[in-house]
């Protein structure tokens, strides 16, 4: 602390002295003149003067730093206490270390992902997600291409809007096509959010609908594939066999716009000019929108401002806007589209978890705290009766606790840049491009400095306080003839025990009912088989063939893949359930008008023969996909459950015809309904289309294998590249290992929550351990005599046991009260289970109960075991 | 209550009434912290004793406030003394305290000279 002492205090001090001096000396000289000895004017003229230590002390006040040099004081004095008890320092430091990692852990997710939906882009508070019609987790582009134009240059409350449209291709002209991800956006993209390019330019306005062959390339695809080629602007690169000029590269960090996912290059929106229908199209939805707000309009208005709009397009061109098309935006912390939807459900929860634990860890090492200080009261008393005012001891023994908090703070800054990236883990492999982890920036720092700061002051403080309060003459006369520690010490010990108990409850409940979830989720039937299932995805859209020769293609890649030993079936797909994919169109049943903004949306797949057989979904009535359903038969169509009662309730669908994209399809199957996305959906109605009448933007071969479907990866891998060595082959993996993905948020949810309650329940154990443990040796010499004067070893069982049960009883009673509350809070994130789930709730109860029991006997039973002759001498 | 509490709270009661008297000594010329206590000795008669546990701090006070500064210079005795001097902002206190002493004084004399007959009026 010297060192924070200015080198002018030091001085100031030293002229202080001199100044007093100066004046003793003027009055000794002046009694010396008037005739008095030497002596005797040196005693005089000090007896006038008075305290000089004391007068330098009162002036320094007036300084203003005297509070640094007492600060300086007492930081030595709190480090050289804590020293003295190594055990409690260290178990408190460990126990905040563990709380406040947890802490920002969380929050670094939290500020990775919803804080940071855009990195790179400049004040991502002003940009916000347009949506159009029903709200859902991950739904499908909204706007077409011409309404996205009305909307951006007719608007008044935006400063600027951006579309995109992300894809993955293969970037071709190398040994092996790898795949990239890549979007589509408006001229104006990189503008809008505020990126500037490291090298070369971004598009230019002229360039958004015209075929412009221009490429951007993000940063690390430039920097792997092309080794930071610095005069790579101007070459020319080839993407799914089209070559393509690069004219610039967006800086390090930026990965797109979508939150959560990555782009590799940026194209426009058709730079081949091969795009034409969807670039004139208003029932064309493909593009995402995102604006930045004008300053000072709020979304209410601004969303409002879109809706006329798009109610004067809805009214000009009612055929291309079936369904509903109201206009509703998101921050992007919690845009539907990418990944921060799924963020926003899961996140907060877990910090509202980890913020519990926190307080809990606070409470216990205020008890450890309190029962330190009981300890120390003698020390305190003799301190204040030297002089030590209320305030400076309560400083005093505050700052002990601040010095723990800190130390755990920085201990907890150093684990998190580690924790922070453990994100990732959580996501099984697949095909989306996530980048979603933790990052440790400022906002993390000073949010661990927050809450070391909360913590040291919630266990520091109170106890202080408390202990201060005790009257120090009474404490040295009195010191060990207290039984136990004074009652209001006493009160404050239980109730911090019974807070423990409290707070653990509910965390031990939530996770509880996560647990049983992730249960649920496992063994819950998803209607389709998922153990002999292989699935490949195929790049044939970007392998430059022309319609005639994939189809072709997809026929030989089938005959070769069935014909493999150990495959049972081989279908075609455009779709894995159960992966976070959809897609989403309008559909109506034949005849039926809808409403202006009715929305039927139904999700959709195409499909190829054999495909429900692939995946044992049921043939309720009429038939599966054969490969005669190709495109020189009549369109036909194959419901789900759902979609039969939502369109044909009563009737058979059988024969009936359902409108889609515009065009009649005849109803040649009902199958069983099957798990789309998550196994605790609700069930939408799903159609599935032929896919050798309507081939699928992706081809994914789907085989039914009879063994390990791992087992066979390199057998399909081998008879794809044996058509074409060129074909891109992606994703090869087992369905099981697929349907992963759909629960990871509930793996998530469960991991932490179980990590969180069992730090609650080692916090509140070892809590009422301690608390019982000091109380029945303070009571030592009480049980003593109440031994020599009859009572059984049991009485003093019941006597200590007694005293724990109390709190454990009061503890879970208010416990149970809150947590029952609190449940409700993740009911929507439950699976199978109620939010009170009785058989959670008692087991939980009873575990927590059993383990105080458990605590509070082992005091009580060293207490049973005490001779008591030692026992009474022993004060 | 400790010592240093007791001089806290004479600081305190004197506080603008001592601020006051260390300014006018200062008026009449630069003088170290002996000087002021002897001025005001002498010219309140021997009636005014200021402690130095009230002075310096006050004095280092008046400096902070920018009222007073301060310079290490010889006295007349060869012996090195701290003087303060008044500074133009620390005469526009001492006016103001003294209007507000002035004040005081009329006030609290016009209630200790009313005459009984005016009191039951």
Redesign the interface.
């Given at each position: 602390m010297k060192w924070f002492l200015s080198f002018g205090l030091q001085r100031r001090k030293r002229e202080l002295q001199e100044e007093l001096d100066a004046h003793l000396q003027m009055a000794i000289a002046d009694r010396v003149a008037r005739g008095e000895t030497a002596e005797a004017a040196r005693q005089a003229a000090a007896r006038e003067f008075g305290n000089i230590l004391l007068v330098q002390d009162v002036t320094r006040d007036m300084w203003g730093q005297a509070w640094l040099e007492q600060l300086g004081r007492d930081v030595r004095y709190a480090i050289r206490q804590l020293r003295k008890s190594p055990a409690f320092t260290i178990t408190a430091t460990a126990m905040l270390t563990v709380a406040i990692c947890a802490n920002s852990t969380v929050f670094s997710w939290i500020d990775g992902t919803m804080l940071r939906p855009i990195p790179g882009a400049r004040d991502t508070g002003d940009l916000v997600s347009l949506q159009r019609g029903e709200r859902n987790f991950s739904p499908t582009p909204p706007f077409s291409y011409l309404d996205y134009r009305d909307l951006r240059e007719q608007n008044h409350t935006f400063t600027g809007m951006l579309a995109y449209h992300n894809d993955w291709i293969a970037l071709t002209g190398g040994a092996q096509p790898d795949r990239v991800y890549i979007a589509n956006v408006s001229a104006n993209f990189f503008d809008v959010l505020g990126i500037k390019p490291t090298l070369g330019r971004f598009f230019l306005p002229d360039e958004e609908a015209r075929a412009v062959p221009n490429v951007v390339l993000g940063y690390s695809l430039w920097k792997t594939r092309y080794g930071k080629d610095p005069a790579i602007v101007g070459k020319s690169i080839e993407v799914a066999r089209h070559p393509l000029t690069v004219i610039g590269v967006a800086p390090e960090g930026f990965v797109g716009a979508a939150p959560g996912l990555r782009d590799d290059l940026w194209v426009t929106l058709d730079p081949l000019g091969t795009d034409v229908w969807r670039m004139t199209h208003r029932d064309s939805d493909w593009l995402i929108v995102i604006g930045r707000l004008r300053h000072g309009v709020s979304r209410g208005t601004a969303a409002q401002d879109l809706d006329t709009l798009m109610h004067r397009n809805v009214a000009a061109y009612p055929d291309q806007h079936l369904g509903d098309n109201r206009i509703t935006l998101d921050p992007m912390w919690r845009s539907p589209f990418g990944a921060n939807g799924y963020m926003a459900a899961t996140l907060p929860i877990l910090l509202a978890f980890a913020a519990v634990v926190l307080l809990l860890t606070s409470a216990n090492v205020a008890t450890l705290t309190l029962v330190r200080f009981v300890s120390r009261r003698r020390e305190l008393a003799i301190r204040q009766s030297l002089g030590a005012n209320r305030m400076q001891l309560v400083r005093q023994m505050m700052l002990e606790g601040a010095i723990c908090s800190i130390v755990a703070g920085v201990v907890a800054l150093a684990l998190t840049s580690w924790t922070s990236k453990t994100f990732a883990w959580f996501f099984p492999a697949n095909s989306i491009p996530l980048a979603l982890n933790g990052t440790m920036d400022h906002r993390v720092v000073i949010g661990i400095a927050v809450f070391s700061l909360l913590a040291g002051m919630l266990c520091g403080a109170l106890p202080a306080w408390r202990s201060s309060h005790a009257p120090a003459m009474e404490v040295l006369k009195a010191e060990s003839a207290s039984i136990s520690g004074g009652s209001r010490n006493r009160k404050l010990l239980s109730g911090l025990v019974v807070a423990q108990i409290a707070l653990t409850l509910p965390l031990l409940l939530c996770s509880g009912l996560f647990l049983r979830t992730l249960r649920n989720l496992a063994a819950a039937n998803p209607g389709f088989e998922q153990d002999h299932v292989l699935t490949a995805s195929v790049g044939l859209n970007i392998a430059g063939y022309s319609n005639d020769e994939a189809k072709l293609m997809r026929r030989k890649i089938l005959d070769r893949v069935s014909a493999l030993p150990g495959v049972e079936v081989a279908s075609l797909t455009d779709w894995i359930p159960m992966t976070l994919i959809q897609k989403r169109d309008d559909a109506y049943p034949e005849g039926y008008v809808p409403h202006p903004h009715e929305s039927l949306l139904v999700q959709n797949a195409e499909v190829g023969p054999r495909y429900f057989e692939s995946l044992h979904i049921p043939i309720l009535e009429g038939r599966e996909f054969t490969t005669n359903d190709d495109e020189k038969v009549p369109s036909v169509i194959i419901v789900d459950q759902t979609a039969a009662r939502r369109f044909w309730p009563g009737q058979d669908p059988l024969g009936k015809r359902l409108r889609v994209w515009g065009s009649l399809f005849t109803v040649v199957g009902v199958v069983r309904n099957s798990t789309h996305t998550f196994v605790n959906e609700s069930p939408e109605p799903m159609v599935y289309l032929s896919y050798l009448q309507h081939p699928g933007y992706e081809t994914m071969v789907q085989v039914k294998t009879r063994g390990n479907p791992v087992d066979l990866a390199p057998a399909v891998e081998s008879a794809i590249h044996g058509i074409d060595s060129r074909l891109p082959v992606f994703d090869v993996r087992s369905m099981r290992e697929s349907t992963q993905m759909a629960s990871t948020f509930a793996v998530i949810e469960s991991t932490l929550a179980g990590m969180f309650a069992l730090i609650g329940l080692v916090l509140a154990i070892t809590g009422i351990y301690g608390v019982v443990a000091y109380r029945t040796q303070l009571r030592t010499h009480e049980i003593g005599i109440r031994m020599a004067l009859g009572a059984s070893r049991v009485d003093v069982l019941r006597l200590v046991l007694s005293q724990g049960l109390w709190l454990t009883g009061i503890g879970l009673a208010l416990g149970l009260a809150s947590a029952l509350g609190l449940t409700r809070i993740i009911v929507r994130l439950l699976y199978g289970i109620g939010a009170n789930d009785p058989v959670t709730v008692v087991s939980v109860v009873t575990l927590l109960g059993a383990m105080s029991l458990a605590a509070c006997y082992l005091p009580a039973h060293r207490a049973m075991r005490r001779n008591p002759v030692t026992a009474i001498r022993e004060l | 209550m400790?010592?240093?509490d007791t001089?806290?709270n004479r600081?305190e009661l004197l506080q603008g009434t001592l601020d006051m008297l260390i300014l006018q000594t200062l008026q009449w010329g630069p003088q170290?912290?002996?000087?002021i206590v002897?001025a005001l000795r002498l010219r309140s008669g021997d009636v005014l004793q200021v402690?130095?546990?009230s002075l310096?701090?006050a004095l280092?006070?008046l400096e902070?406030q920018g009222w007073v500064q301060s310079e290490w210079k010889q006295?007349e005795?060869k012996?090195?003394?701290?003087y303060y001097q008044i500074t133009a902002k620390g005469k526009e206190q001492l006016a103001s305290d003294l209007s507000r002493w002035e004040r005081i004084v009329e006030a609290i004399g016009s209630v200790m000279h009313v005459s009984p007959e005016e009191s039951a009026s």
């Open positions: - | 400790s010592e240093k001089y806290k600081i170290h912290g002996y000087g002897q402690e130095t546990g310096y701090p280092h006070r902070r006295s005795s012996q090195k003394a701290r």
